[in-house]
């Protein structure tokens, strides 16, 4: 047993029992590294992603690179998730030094933490152009003890271009019509019109994107942003990316058809992805959005809800297929055999054409995974349940995935606000709850008595790890949305204490947002990125709440913070629209005003879910009796003729007050109901 036994992340307890001496991150591994006169080993991953588990196995559980490993290195592990400002930094130095990055993410460091060689997975013996992991061990442990001084002008010339970088920001004001128009001109360049979706294979969801889609959609009209919106959930729906019969995504799919997943799931896909086709429903009334919103909601609640009331990180891509062998996908495909085992020689011969399970396989090993290839063709919906129930009933009788239970804020935060959301569209209290459940844990757990978050928790214990930026950005806005379902005003003020520490410790000249904060772990850079990856941008994410915030509150501090935040996707956005998607979609609340809204009346009445269905962009609502405290909103707006009266205003102006909801539904437009 090595010194990731104390951890709490299930990732560095996966090399708990390596004869690998793994370190965590922090002093003592720096100064053991500078005791000993030796290099650093830094390990990167977290505990669903498949290749990290293939190299432990092939390379860090080996007695034999274990032993030369001890000898020469001090070996650190990371998880990603818990310190994604470490993980930040080195890949930004693996891809400026090899164009390319991913994880497990290999990386050498001199004892003051400069990098110096890098690398990704390394297989056990010299394979595709690739060194063993073993040759990398010698000759980098050659060149420190022969070449340290080329050693250290390669780390140090790293580490001033790393420094030298400088973040284009647009200075020159907020993004406009002009910058919007652009960015989805650039989208429509890199739509798959056949496939849907963006770009080609590996084709990841594009859930921020969609959700810029569907706000330009709302403001301007613009049917093309619709339609691709609409058949890209249409196709991700059906394809095998989505779980036909326990519901949620898989995190990406390897082709461009969305026919095979890489099979991990992950709570923010499934977050995001949740609170999309609930928008889509919200735009378009589509059924098999709605089915998939609450399939996907339930799903988050069955199988990630921990016993504390978070949600877990991910379930693994692998798992055990009945031969003792850890198989990827193993829990989710299916052969025809496999399918006759289970429902008899009639209904297999259905599911094989309804869900698309061929003799050759789509998979491997002549296995499939379950998709709806027959767009459109009519199906005897009672026996498609009865086939679905069996399956999954069998399904459920298999060796599970692992789980990462631990729980990060900023995608609590994300499932905070999708489980809220669709709670409230589609008159499902129970989502709600499990909504409010998950924010009790982030304010008892996570926030302290200072409202600093901390990034993760796990069995009701706080990580220790310092929130960044997407931890304070995602969980007020999970906050902001559960105060609008929920009509407590408590989450509005919980919402202000994080952005307060946004303005304080987060925010640098001119409006730049800065991944960690002023007063956390000096990093040989300090990471700044408005791009979004797997999750909103941080700073977008911020940004989009600071917005909000302003709009419940008036407040001018938070306003102009939100604002000059979104300068940067002013320059971004028209280039990179694809990794803009979040930024986008606030510019566009930002456009719209972000309208305000206040209904006086009781929480859930018909005025307060009419107004949680307009589709105006990133539109704030306020409910509960006039003149209370807790929404600034509702301050001097009584019923009218002591009926339920909803107050809109937007840009200084606002409408008159209406009693009825028709009325504020052409006001704000939707309604999928």
Same mark, same amino acid.
């Given at each position: 047993?090595?010194?990731?036994?104390?951890?709490?992340?299930?990732?560095?307890?996966?090399?708990?029992?390596?004869?690998?001496?793994?370190?965590?991150?922090?002093?003592?591994?720096?100064?053991?590294?500078?005791?000993?006169? #030796?290099?650093?080993?830094?390990?990167?991953?977290?505990?669903? @992603?498949?290749?990290?588990?293939?190299?432990?196995?092939?390379?860090?559980?080996?007695?034999?690179?274990?032993?030369?490993?001890?000898?020469?290195? #001090?070996?650190?592990? #990371?998880?990603? /998730?818990?310190?994604?400002?470490?993980?930040? #930094?080195?890949?930004?130095?693996?891809?400026?030094?090899?164009?390319?990055?991913?994880?497990?993410?290999?990386?050498?460091?001199?004892?003051?933490?400069?990098?110096?060689?890098?690398?990704?997975?390394?297989?056990?013996?010299?394979?595709?152009?690739?060194?063993?992991?073993?040759?990398?061990?010698?000759?980098?442990?050659?060149?420190?003890?022969?070449?340290?001084?080329?050693? &250290?002008?390669?780390?140090?010339?790293?580490?001033?271009? *790393? %420094?030298?970088?400088?973040?284009?920001?647009?200075?020159?004001?907020?993004?406009?019509?002009?910058?919007?128009?652009?960015?989805?001109?650039?989208?429509?360049?890199?739509?798959?019109?056949?496939? !849907? !979706?963006?770009?080609?294979?590996?084709?990841?969801?594009?859930?921020?994107?969609?959700?810029?889609?569907?706000?330009?959609?709302?403001?301007?009209?613009?049917?093309?942003?619709?339609?691709? &919106?609409?058949?890209?959930?249409?196709?991700?729906?059906?394809?095998?990316?989505?779980?036909?019969? =326990?519901?949620?995504?898989?995190?990406?799919?390897?082709?461009?058809?969305?026919?095979?997943?890489?099979?991990?799931?992950?709570?923010?896909?499934?977050?995001?992805? @949740?609170?999309?086709?609930?928008?889509?429903?919200?735009?378009?009334?589509?059924?098999?959005?709605?089915?998939?919103?609450?399939?996907?909601?339930?799903?988050?609640?069955?199988?990630?809800?921990?016993? /504390?009331?978070?949600?877990?990180?991910?379930?693994?891509?692998?798992? /055990?297929? =009945?031969?003792?062998?850890?198989?990827?996908?193993?829990?989710? $495909?299916?052969?025809?055999?496999?399918?006759?085992?289970?429902?008899? /020689?009639?209904?297999?011969?259905?599911?094989?054409?309804?869900?698309?399970?061929?003799?050759?396989?789509?998979?491997?090993?002549?296995?499939?995974?379950?998709?709806?290839?027959?767009?459109?063709?009519?199906?005897? &919906?009672?026996?498609?349940?009865?086939?679905?129930?069996?399956?999954?009933?069998?399904?459920?009788?298999?060796?599970?995935?692992?789980?990462?239970?631990?729980?990060?804020?900023?995608?609590?935060?994300?499932?905070?606000?999708?489980?809220?959301?669709?709670?409230?569209?589609?008159?499902?209290?129970?989502?709600?709850?499990?909504?409010?459940?998950? &924010?009790?844990?982030?304010?008892?757990?996570?926030?302290?008595?200072?409202?600093?978050?901390?990034?993760?928790?796990?069995?009701?214990?706080?990580?220790?790890?310092?929130?960044?930026?997407?931890?304070?950005?995602?969980?007020?806005?999970?906050? *902001?949305?559960?105060?609008?379902?929920?009509?407590?005003?408590?989450?509005?003020?919980?919402?202000?204490?994080?952005?307060?520490?946004?303005?304080?410790?987060?925010?640098?000249?001119?409006?730049?947002?800065?991944? %960690?904060?002023?007063?956390?772990?000096?990093?040989?850079?300090?990471?700044?990125?408005?791009?979004?990856?797997?999750?909103?941008?941080?700073?977008?994410?911020?940004?989009?709440?600071?917005?909000?915030?302003?709009?419940?509150?008036?407040?001018?501090?938070?306003?102009?913070?939100?604002?000059?935040?979104?300068?940067?996707?002013?320059?971004?956005?028209?280039?990179?629209?694809?990794?803009?998607?979040? !930024?986008?979609? $606030?510019?566009?609340?930002? *456009?719209?005003?972000?309208?305000?809204?206040?209904?006086?009346?009781?929480?859930?009445?018909?005025?307060?879910?009419?107004?949680?269905?307009?589709?105006?962009?990133?539109?704030?609502?306020?409910?509960?009796?006039?003149?209370?405290?807790?929404?600034?909103?509702?301050?001097?707006?009584?019923?009218?003729?002591?009926?339920?009266?909803?107050?809109?205003?937007?840009?200084?102006?606002?409408?008159?007050?209406? %009693?009825?909801?028709?009325?504020?539904?052409?006001?704000?437009?939707?309604?999928?109901?």
């Amino acid at each position: 047993m090595n010194r990731l036994a104390d951890s709490q992340s299930p990732y560095l307890l996966q090399h708990a029992f390596n004869p690998v001496d793994w370190w965590p991150w922090g002093e003592e591994a720096m100064a053991e590294a500078e005791r000993r006169d #030796v290099p650093i080993l830094l390990s990167v991953g977290y505990s669903s @992603c498949h290749w990290c588990h293939v190299m432990a196995h092939e390379s860090f559980e080996d007695d034999r690179v274990a032993a030369y490993l001890n000898e020469h290195f #001090v070996p650190v592990k #990371v998880d990603r /998730e818990e310190r994604p400002d470490v993980d930040a #930094v080195y890949m930004e130095a693996v891809q400026a030094a090899t164009g390319q990055g991913g994880w497990p993410m290999t990386v050498f460091l001199t004892t003051d933490a400069e990098p110096f060689y890098f690398g990704t997975y390394f297989p056990p013996e010299p394979r595709h152009g690739m060194p063993s992991f073993q040759q990398v061990l010698e000759g980098v442990s050659a060149a420190w003890t022969e070449r340290r001084d080329e050693v &250290a002008e390669v780390a140090g010339s790293i580490v001033r271009d *790393l %420094t030298r970088r400088t973040l284009a920001h647009g200075d020159e004001g907020l993004p406009g019509e002009a910058e919007l128009a652009q960015a989805l001109l650039g989208l429509t360049r890199e739509y798959d019109e056949k496939h !849907g !979706g963006f770009g080609g294979a590996p084709k990841f969801p594009p859930s921020m994107t969609i959700e810029f889609l569907l706000r330009h959609h709302a403001r301007t009209g613009a049917q093309g942003a619709l339609q691709m &919106a609409v058949d890209t959930c249409v196709a991700m729906a059906r394809g095998g990316m989505y779980d036909q019969l =326990g519901g949620g995504f898989a995190r990406y799919s390897v082709d461009r058809e969305w026919a095979v997943p890489h099979f991990e799931k992950m709570l923010y896909d499934n977050a995001l992805l @949740c609170r999309v086709y609930a928008h889509l429903w919200r735009a378009t009334g589509s059924e098999q959005a709605r089915r998939v919103a609450l399939e996907t909601a339930d799903f988050m609640v069955r199988e990630l809800r921990t016993a /504390e009331g978070g949600f877990a990180s991910a379930l693994d891509a692998d798992s /055990e297929d =009945g031969t003792g062998r850890h198989v990827e996908g193993a829990y989710y $495909v299916w052969t025809p055999e496999q399918l006759r085992e289970v429902l008899g /020689e009639e209904d297999a011969a259905f599911a094989e054409a309804y869900f698309g399970v061929t003799r050759e396989g789509t998979f491997e090993e002549g296995s499939s995974v379950l998709q709806l290839p027959l767009a459109g063709a009519a199906a005897d &919906a009672d026996r498609v349940a009865r086939v679905r129930a069996a399956l999954l009933a069998a399904r459920e009788l298999r060796p599970r995935p692992g789980r990462d239970d631990k729980v990060v804020a900023a995608w609590n935060g994300l499932a905070i606000a999708a489980l809220a959301e669709a709670g409230a569209y589609f008159e499902r209290p129970d989502l709600v709850e499990r909504a409010t459940e998950a &924010a009790d844990l982030l304010v008892r757990v996570h926030m302290g008595d200072v409202a600093r978050l901390d990034r993760t928790s796990r069995d009701g214990r706080a990580g220790g790890h310092a929130g960044v930026l997407e931890d304070y950005g995602d969980v007020a806005e999970g906050f *902001l949305a559960l105060a609008s379902v929920t009509g407590e005003g408590v989450w509005l003020e919980f919402a202000g204490f994080l952005l307060d520490i946004v303005l304080q410790h987060f925010t640098g000249e001119g409006g730049r947002l800065y991944d %960690t904060a002023d007063d956390a772990e000096q990093l040989i850079r300090r990471p700044q990125d408005p791009t979004d990856n797997a999750t909103p941008a941080g700073w977008t994410a911020a940004a989009g709440a600071l917005l909000s915030y302003a709009a419940h509150t008036g407040s001018e501090a938070h306003r102009t913070a939100g604002e000059g935040a979104l300068g940067v996707v002013k320059a971004l956005g028209p280039r990179v629209p694809r990794f803009t998607g979040w !930024g986008l979609a $606030v510019a566009e609340a930002l *456009l719209d005003g972000p309208r305000e809204v206040a209904v006086a009346g009781p929480v859930g009445g018909e005025l307060h879910r009419t107004a949680l269905l307009g589709t105006a962009p990133g539109a704030v609502v306020a409910v509960g009796e006039t003149g209370g405290a807790e929404f600034p909103l509702l301050a001097d707006r009584p019923m009218v003729g002591g009926a339920p009266t909803a107050y809109v205003c937007r840009h200084f102006v606002c409408d008159a007050p209406t %009693t009825d909801a028709q009325e504020l539904a052409r006001t704000l437009g939707g309604g999928g109901a």
